[in-house]
């Protein structure tokens, strides 16, 4: 197949590790890590990056994209002529971790300790994954999605059973995602100096490039794969369990 990969470049080794070992032929495009935080500025460029391979002289079997959620940036895009393929992941943790029930059983009740990786050491101005600071822009982007969906007095309470308040163990921990792959460039070590000098302590967990393997080999079981159709348009559905469908 010919498959077209727009991601996130804080998966640009993996994803490009990934590549080489794909028996297709992929063309990727990576756009810079944070634009998470403005979630409709990337939607709008994910949206035009899908445009212009649909407009493109090449005729690609799948779109691929190598993002979550991430605060909503992947709600309403739509396949116009060729089919998108979506992981059901809430952000780029789960897709590091390898599955979202990995994500969940890491994260559930500790949805607001910071994370990293080694796209995030390399790539970001900030080495932590986390909500502070750009907070206001996901409350109003996914709270809104949630009061259109089920009323206000409903989203209020799912918002706040979704973000429950920090628990001073969180505030001390920050966790590196160690990618096995890249484990030997050092990126623990530095990990570790940066969040010992702000006084938290480290968890490391073990990532897999599972997740990203399979959107780039093909593998698209729609148990982990939203494919979206020509003329369909991605919804959130803000669940453990299917992310993300296509109406």
């Given at each position: 197949m010919l498959l077209k990969l727009i991601g996130c470049n804080v998966f640009l080794r993996e994803a490009c590790l990934a590549i080489a070992h794909s028996p297709?032929?992929?063309?990727?495009?990576?756009?810079?890590?944070?634009?998470?935080?403005?979630?409709?500025?990337?939607?709008?460029?994910?949206?035009?990056?899908?445009?212009?391979?649909?407009?493109?002289?090449?005729?690609y079997d799948a779109i691929l994209l190598a993002y979550g959620l991430c605060g909503n940036a992947t709600v309403g895009l739509e396949a116009r002529k060729t089919r998108l393929i979506v992981p059901r992941a809430h952000d780029c943790c789960t897709i590091l971790l390898g599955s979202r029930q990995r994500f969940r059983e890491h994260f559930e009740h500790q949805l607001s300790t910071p994370f990293s990786s080694l796209g995030y050491l390399e790539r970001g101005d900030y080495f932590l994954r986390t909500d502070l600071g750009d907070q206001q822009i996901?409350?109003?982007?996914?709270?809104?999605?949630?009061?259109?969906?089920?009323?206000?007095?409903?989203?209020?309470?799912?918002?706040?059973?979704?973000?429950?308040?920090?628990?001073?163990?969180?505030?001390?921990?920050?966790?590196?995602?160690?990618?096995?792959?890249?484990?030997?460039?050092?990126?623990?070590?530095?990990?570790?100096?940066?969040?010992?000098?702000?006084?938290?302590?480290?968890?490391?967990?073990?990532?897999?490039?599972?997740?990203?393997?399979?959107?780039?080999?093909?593998?698209?079981?729609?148990?982990?794969?939203?494919?979206?159709?020509?003329?369909?348009?991605?919804?959130?559905?803000?669940?453990?369990?299917?992310?993300?469908?296509a109406r």
């Open positions: 297709h032929t992929i063309d990727p495009e990576f756009l810079e890590l944070g634009e998470h935080a403005r979630p409709d500025r990337l939607r709008t460029a994910l949206q035009e990056r899908i445009d212009q391979a649909d407009g493109s002289a090449k005729q996901h409350f109003g982007d996914q709270y809104a999605a949630l009061v259109q969906q089920y009323g206000e007095d409903n989203a209020k309470y799912i918002w706040e059973s979704m973000h429950p308040e920090p628990l001073a163990s969180e505030d001390q921990q920050a966790v590196f995602i160690d990618v096995p792959e890249t484990t030997d460039l050092g990126g623990k070590e530095a990990f570790r100096d940066k969040v010992e000098a702000q006084g938290k302590q480290v968890r490391f967990l073990q990532g897999d490039m599972r997740l990203l393997r399979q959107l780039i080999d093909g593998n698209w079981n729609p148990d982990e794969f939203l494919i979206v159709e020509p003329g369909q348009k991605t919804v959130g559905l803000y669940d453990w369990d299917q992310v993300l469908e």
